[in-house]
């Protein structure tokens, strides 16, 4: 089904525009909007390559993928936006904390439906689902911020 691949690189994109928006937000830096774009693009790129090309592929041990993820953060994020080493962890950790809360809240949405994490990996729609209301979360937390 090709269909699957898109959706979730598309997730991943879109995860990585709001994750680093609301991260950039919080330690106070306006990133330019090419840049912005760009660095969000290569991110979601290299998440998916990871986790849904490199991950099955390789059979990576769970968590080795987030580490390594959190270190290509880092990279990208000195890259695009110059930022001090200290701002650049600092960012990196918001952006990976809000993750890991957001999903764990959403794991919590689906398992009062009666729904576990092999059955929402396993499910197109589940899957799909939980993705959505992540971007929704994300888009209510950067909306809270710019209001503030």
Known sequence: MILKPIVKFSYYIIESFFLSKISLRLIGHQAKRRQFFLFSFLF????????EVLFPLWEI???IHTIILFIINIALLKLFFRL???MVI???????SFAIILDTINMWFFALMGIDAPQILASFLFST????????????????????
Do not use: E, M
Request: glycine share 4%; aromatic share 22%; with cysteine.
């Open 44 to 51: 979601g790129l290299a998440t998916f390559l990871l986790r």
């Open 61 to 63: 041990p769970v968590g």
């Open 84 to 86: 001090n080493f200290y």
């Open 90 to 96: 600092i960012c990196d950790l918001f952006h990976f």
């Open 129 to 148: 689902l939980f993705c959505l209301i992540n971007i929704i979360y994300y888009a209510v937390i950067l909306y809270i911020l710019k209001k503030t």
